[in-house]
């Protein structure tokens, strides 16, 4: 049974799903949509399509496009891209776009849809690895999908004030200040690459924000989300300990939707990075909530990596996939992970 706009919204009004339809007066307000999709066969992913529309440099925006595939082929489109109009065919500000990439809230909070027109680096996740991608030339790509909202959106809205210790106020600011929201979809699509057509249906994770976000100070990060056959879906996202602390991760977050709701819950064991390999890495969740204990363990898998990121010195950063496991039930679905390169090893 479909779940209404008041369930799909986590609380939020319809307008809030749309897109800022001019220039933020604040320099640092950016808004923020990705997408992380994956192939239900396992055959492909799109780990993180995204925009980055910052007040700053409105009219020419971030734009990011990961293409991966089973047999470690990656394709990236990552750069900038001008902005296109927020005027969807309705009349009201529903697109966010830059080069070749563009997204349309085509209903609030239950349907988008997700286009690319271009060209993007062709190459293999061991070159990634090894830092000799993009001398294997372009590949043009064409990508169509339509995403259908699943669960409700698990929205987190941040705000820093006196009460906050110092740790809480480099988390808000970190995460960004404003709203931020998660939700699980399914997807159709066609995908052409280097003139190959595929077509597919996927499941993922949309991210929708309208903040201002400093990631200075950041050291780390586990992001990891899924949607199963049954319905029943998790998100989670932790930042590692700091130094000198008791242990406890220093962020701590998640959601499972079991059963038509969606139930706040604690991460008690996450999976930060640590080998740089291909696929194949094992990952186990643990979460507690009003359910008890909670394990969904995965194998990665679809991944794409950045090392030595060049937006934030020394980390080393993995968007991929991994296919997860929770009871009977088993689905692709995000893995985002990132931790210093001193802490990770290659192979």
Not at 11 to 40: H, I, K, Q
Not at 283 to 309: D, P
């Amino acid at each position: 049974m479909a779940l209404s706009i008041d369930q799909l919204a986590g609380g939020l009004a319809p307008e809030r799903d749309l897109v800022l339809p001019t220039r933020p007066d604040d320099p640092e307000m950016r808004e923020s949509v990705s997408v992380w999709l994956f192939d239900d066969k396992g055959r492909f992913a799109f780990p993180r399509m995204g925009i980055e529309a910052e007040a700053s440099s409105w009219d020419n925006r971030r734009v990011q496009g990961n293409f991966s595939f089973a047999d470690g082929r990656v394709i990236n489109g990552a750069g900038m891209g001008a902005a296109h109009s927020p005027i969807g065919p309705d009349g009201r500000p529903s697109v966010l776009g830059a080069g070749a990439i563009s997204f349309r809230c085509i209903e609030p909070f239950r349907r988008w849809s997700m286009h690319w027109r271009g060209p993007a680096r062709d190459g293999t996740i061991d070159q990634q690895i090894h830092g000799s991608f993009g001398s294997d030339g372009m590949v043009d790509i064409t990508l169509d999908a339509d995403l259908e909202m699943v669960t409700p959106a698990w929205v987190q809205e941040y705000a820093i004030d006196d009460g906050m210790s110092e740790i809480e106020k480099a988390n808000a600011a970190a995460m960004g200040l404003g709203y931020r929201l998660e939700h699980h979809f399914l997807a159709t699509g066609t995908y052409t690459v280097g003139g190959k057509t595929f077509d597919f249906k996927g499941r993922g994770t949309r991210i929708h924000r309208q903040s201002v976000r400093s990631l200075a100070g950041f050291f780390g990060h586990s992001w990891l989300s899924a949607v199963f056959p049954n319905g029943d879906a998790f998100g989670s996202l932790a930042y590692p300990p700091r130094e000198g602390s008791d242990g406890e991760l220093s962020y701590n977050d998640a959601v499972i939707y079991k059963d038509g709701t969606l139930i706040p819950a604690k991460i008690v064991e996450a999976s930060f990075l640590r080998r740089i390999i291909p696929s194949g890495d094992p990952i186990t969740l643990v979460l507690e909530s009003a359910l008890g204990r909670t394990e969904i363990t995965g194998t990665t898998a679809l991944s794409t990596f950045r090392i030595g990121n060049p937006d934030i010195s020394g980390l080393n950063l993995q968007q991929g996939g991994a296919l997860f496991r929770w009871g009977d039930q088993q689905a692709y679905g995000m893995v985002e992970r990132s931790t210093h390169e001193s802490l990770t090893t290659i192979g």
